[in-house]
């Protein structure tokens, strides 16, 4: 494996964190933090296309999330429908290829064939894959692979780590380089757990609704700083040693 990060980062994952407080500040009702947290998303995804990252994976709603009082779930979901109305044109003419990873079961037909349509909609495109977690914790995503991998029929003896990152959600993509997450805590919260191993990690004070380009670029840098060295050891040159 190659030390790669003086190049984009080809996978960005992404904690959009601190909506509430955002709104909070300003007086608002929390619904306003993920309303303003939306027009955030799509102008990273801009972003993301200019700096020709591949992927963009964003943590939109935890598994966790359904512990939230109720009037603020159902208001997530409400705007999670407005926006899929709203963007998704958008989005396809932006060439962005949209992807839900996520227990899709307990949300609401509606809200399922939503996604149904924006992935089948978008499903040729190319540009950047905008992976949404939705209903997503990273310890389903194990169990999930595990299940699937189970009633794939495949034996004990031949589960291996290459074998079930085929059953894992996000199994389509490479794993994460770079994962932001924003809002000032510094912890995973049960977003991507197998896939983030090896992943660089940056914590941004920035309340998500606040992250544009400026703070994308700022993370990047320090993605680019970094040492990658996946447990091997550098030689003089600044290149990692065969094995
Ligand atoms: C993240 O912002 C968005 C979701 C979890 C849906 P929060 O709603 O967690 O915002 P804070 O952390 O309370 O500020
Ligand atoms: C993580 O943020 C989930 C999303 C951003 C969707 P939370 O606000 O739910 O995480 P905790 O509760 O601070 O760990
Ligand atoms: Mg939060």
Redesign the pocket.
């Known amino acids: 494996m190659t030390s790669d990060n003086k190049a984009v980062p080809r996978h960005v994952a992404i904690v959009m964190?601190?909506?509430?407080?955002w709104a909070k500040k300003r007086f608002l009702p929390r619904f306003f933090g993920h309303k303003q947290g939306v027009d955030a998303l799509v102008k990273v995804v801009q972003a993301c296309i200019d700096r020709e990252i591949g992927y963009l994976t964003v943590f939109a709603f935890s598994s966790e999330n359904w512990k939230r009082p109720s009037d603020e779930v159902s208001g997530l979901m409400g705007l999670v429908l407005a926006a899929v109305s709203r963007y998704l044109a958008r989005m396809g003419a932006m060439g962005v290829r949209i992807r839900i990873v996520g227990d899709r079961e307990a949300v609401s037909e509606k809200l399922r064939n939503a996604w149904n349509e924006a992935e089948a909609l978008t499903q040729h495109n190319t540009k950047l894959t905008l992976s949404v977690a939705f209903n997503y914790g990273g310890r389903w995503d194990i169990v999930q692979a595990c299940k699937a991998a189970m009633a794939a029929g495949v034996p004990p003896d031949q589960l291996s780590e290459a074998k079930l990152s085929e059953f894992m959600a996000m199994s389509y993509a490479p794993d994460p380089d770079l994962f932001i997450r924003t809002?000032g805590?510094v912890r995973i919260?049960n977003f991507l757990l197998w896939q983030v191993a090896y992943t660089e990690f940056v914590f941004s004070d920035c309340l998500w609704p606040e992250f544009g380009e400026a703070q994308l670029d700022a993370a990047i840098s320090a993605f680019r700083d970094r040492d990658r060295r996946f447990g091997g050891v550098k030689d003089a040159g600044g290149s990692l040693s065969a094995a």
């Open positions: 964190d601190g909506n509430g407080r809002g805590e919260s």
